[in-house]
């Protein structure tokens, strides 16, 4: 569980995150969602440590990120994953140089342990036939998931993803969505992830929190939202017509099923 | 302007400071290492051998086109391109070209990593990346460059022997003669200290300047040229400062 309490973090007089507090809790797929400029990149750049807070506090499991020393703090950017934007794969090394880096840098295990480890995750995103290849010669949706195998390749307690989808067509976003949440509900990992696409917050969105200016807006689960009176986070999710016809069907079918099911506990 | 000045340099002092940890994996620091010795080294090898050589051509023709006083023995020609080579030619043309070559390579590789997020995600994976990605770099510059110094010290001057014999200016005999005379072992010591103090340069500035490069493609390059350009000032100067202190009689 990864908690977030009171963070504060501005560049120079512009404030970014006046006053945050939010829990990512573990097991679950946690989102992040809000338009660009909300500060939610921020606010996961802060989490992982990449950038300092200027106020408040990160707890990984109850443990203060923010005010550990260095050693500590590496030892717990050991059970980190993270998926970036563009993937961040190192150009220079193969797709089974990249998912074996962490481990030939941390792992004490033989080659062979290794090399069994790096074809296990590869085969969990279904990409061992690209291990010989490298970065520039596969595509983007195989860079994702080239991305997500080094990032779960020391079995990490916490998961961070920066943006899975963008980029990819729909159904390879349904893909990298799929795999996310099963690796998430499989390891039981804390996944934060941070996203504008809509099919993730419906599909993936155990917990969310909706930033709105640098603020926490909105909290539930994916199904909390097709019932949410917030102005802003309708305005935010449901921006088309096509979206708003879509959301009030989706309220019409589970009064259907609620209906059909009390109907069906009397009978 | 001032102030400027003592941002970069501070940022730069900082970084140096934060290269000295404990490796993560002794082993694969030693292979970047490794990856940087050849890369540095062997990579520049064949613009060191073809400067250096037209370089000590150039030296020789120009100095016996200067010496024209008939008192003056030829054998005179050989021990100035000698000390005119190992003193200024070897150490600082080599290194500017070396600025150019090995500094735009150093500042565009880290420029690039820092622009596509490699390195945030080596730092997420608790890798310190002044340690794993500049050391090596830094080191393997410290032990590569001077010994690509003494290669090109040795080519300039036999460059120069072949083109004396070639075009008529001395023989070879006069040419050794000339090389002999008047030795100073001091000579080669200044060289070697030069060459390891612009060494760290070479490797350090560029390195200062694409790690903490902001921005796209087009700031990369920018960054590149903006190292490549701080370097060869920082070795002019530095060429002055080592000289004025070190070569008094």
Known sequence: MIELVNIKKGFGEKVILPDVSAVMETGKVNLIIGSSGSGKTVMMKCMVGLMEIDGGKILYDGQDFTNMPEQDRKNIRRQIGMLFQGSALFDSMTVEQNVMFPLDMFSTGTLKEKKARVMECLERVQLKDAAKKFPAEISGGMKKRVGIARAIVLNPKYLFCDEPNSGLDPQTSLLIDKLIKEITHEFNMTTVINTHDMNTVMESGDHIVYMYQGKKQWEGSNKDIIFSKDEKLNDFIFASDFLRDAKEMRQMEMFQEKDWRNKLKKS | ??????????????????????????????????????????????????????????????????????????????????????????????????????????????????????????????????????????????IMIPCLICIAGFLGIWGGLKAGELGGILSAEQFWQGLRQEWKPYNIFFALFKSFVFAFIISSVPSYYGYYVQGGALEIGKASTRAVVVTCVLILFMDYILAAILLQN
């Open chain 2, 1 to 142: 302007m001032e102030f400027r000045f003592f941002h970069h340099f501070g940022s730069y002092l900082l970084m140096l400071k934060g290269m000295f940890s404990r490796p993560e994996n002794m082993r694969m620091y030693w292979k970047e290492f490794m990856r940087q010795c050849v890369d540095i080294g062997i990579g520049s090898l064949g613009i060191v051998f073809i400067i250096s050589l037209f370089m000590g051509a150039v030296t020789t023709v120009q100095i016996a086109y200067q010496l024209v006083s008939p008192i003056i023995p030829k054998a005179t020609i050989a021990q100035v391109v000698r000390d005119t080579i190992i003193l200024e030619f070897a150490p600082t043309l080599t290194c500017i070209v070396l600025a150019g070559v090995v500094g735009s390579k150093i500042a565009s590789e880290l420029g690039n990593m820092r622009v596509s997020e490699q390195i945030d995600a080596q730092e997420i994976m608790g890798i310190n990346t002044r340690g794993y990605l500049i050391a090596p770099k830094i080191m393997a510059s410290l």
